[in-house]
């Protein structure tokens, strides 16, 4: 007898549908399990039998049992299968009175007692349901307020096997319980109010905030570049349902267990010495990497010039499209990454290079062999190059700088603006406006024009470095409420490209 029944897999970050079916027939004992299925779920086998025996099932194992899961062509992975699997067993011994399985999402990792455990990327998964059409869905009890945050889909939490066969067997299931609500950690934001001094790094981050800009910020150990870049989630806007779903299903399919909705842009700061994998995404099966983890929101990268140098040129494609492809045998996957970077280095080896308290003590040649570990090509896709400066006592011990709040406030104004104009340019932030567009909402007055000449020609400024000098040029407008681009703004926009502004692509 022939039974099918309903899970999904997660590749990358979106789920599919698999249809398991299931096969029992008379003829010599075996179990074989098609469709491109990997070594963790061909071990399900035993943990299926063991779950169907303590839980009283007498399904018979002395015949020819196939299971196929299709698309053949998907690669599986994972014990999410599990629960799907033994239901489409049952089905095909006839142990489920009505099994209307067509509609019915069925996910979850078996115990060897039957109790259902928790799986990863149940958001997708849910998503994915919804899109397809499907009314309802068993999910485990540990995972069901998660599913819970997808709309229009029925969530029937279940802790063991015998509960998820009573629902695949009725054709008038109840409506389900109400989940339990996600109640969101409590996160404390460091404050802009922290920083003494630093006027000109302020600055920075505010516009950086502002227009959605990748910032570097270069100075000595100590003079706050951290503690700056830290303070960037305090004034950036927060995510709006759509991107609090779509940053959430992200994490899921990663594998984070979620207490609750992602309702604040992420700030992911992976270690200089993490892995090109790490970073982008990879593997066999390819999952997100940090650049996909902070999709809309921050990828801190401290002390750049640490990351080995095929990492970072890894970076130029996500910066650049906004999201990062992975090339494997069966296909490519797209992941999201439209990320803020912010980048922190020393200005040399030994950080004193540029302080007068300290001199810096780097053997000749020392000091161009650690610039020149960060790529022209990389350096002309960051906006906003910013030195900070170790301070005076006078300084740090001055009165606290303004607060993450009011800073905030005019980052909303100017990201409103820019809303304001996204039917015009097609875009939502500065820092992604395109040759066109800059064209019609970033062209600079007289002023302007005559000084963008000559700093083209002094600073010998590559095209890209032009383009991304006038979405700094209309942020800086957006903050003042203008809707011409003047010839301050582009003279204030010129010194935060400094003297690496020429690096070529």
Known sequence: MLATSLTAAVVGVEAHLVRVEADTAAGFPKFTMLGLADSSIKESEGRIRAA??????????????????????????????????????????????????????LVGELALDGTVRAVAGVLPMMLTARARGLRAAVVPAENAAEAALVSGVRVYPVRTLPEAVDLAGRADRP???????????????????????????????????????????????????????RRLAGILPPLTPEEALETTAIHSA???????????????????????????????????GEVSLAHNGVLFLDELPEFRRHVLEALRQPLEDREITVARVRGRIRLPARFQLVAAMNPCPCGGRGDPRRGCACPPGRFQTYQARISGPLLDRIDLHVEVPAL???????????????????????????????????????????????????????????????????????????????????????LERRDGVAGRHVAEALQFRGARAAAEP
């Not at 015949?63 to 299709?70: L, Q, W, Y």
């Not at 992975?77 to 089905?91: H, K, P, R």
């Not at 922290?194 to 920075?204: F, H, M, N, T, W």
Request: glycine share 10%.
């Open 392 to 478: 005076p006592y006078a300084d740090m011990s001055g009165p606290p700088g303004e607060r993450s709040s009011l800073v905030a406030r005019r980052v909303r104004d100017a990201r409103a603006r820019q809303l304001a104009r996204a039917s015009l340019t097609g875009v939502l932030t500065n820092a992604d406006l395109g040759c066109a567009a800059l064209l019609r909402v970033a062209r600079p007055d007289a002023d302007g024009q005559r000084l963008l000449e000559r700093a083209m020609d002094r600073l010998g400024l590559t095209g890209r470095a032009h383009d991304r000098l006038l979405r700094v040029a209309r942020t800086l407008a957006d």
């Open 254 to 288: 990663g594998g984070a267990r979620l207490e609750a909705l992602i309702t604040e842009r992420p700030f992911r700061s992976p270690h200089h010495t993490a892995s090109e994998a790490a970073l982008v995404g990879g593997g066999s099966v390819p999952r997100p």
């Open 175 to 229: 409506e389900p319980p109400p989940p339990s609500p996600l109640i969101p950690p409590i996160r404390v934001v460091p404050d802009l109010t922290d920083v003494r001094g630093q006027a000109l790094a302020r600055r920075a981050l505010e516009i950086a905030a502002a227009g959605g800009h990748n910032l570097l910020l270069s100075g000595p150990p100590g003079s706050g570049k951290t503690m700056l870049a």
């Open 52 to 105: 169907l025996r303590n839980c009283g099932y007498a399904f018979k194992w002395d015949r020819r049992i196939t299971v196929s899961m299709a698309p053949a062509s998907l690669r599986k992975m994972g014990s999410s299968y599990d629960l799907a699997t033994a239901v489409g067993l049952l089905a095909a011994d006839g142990a489920l009175a009505a099994p209307p399985l067509a509609d019915l999402l």
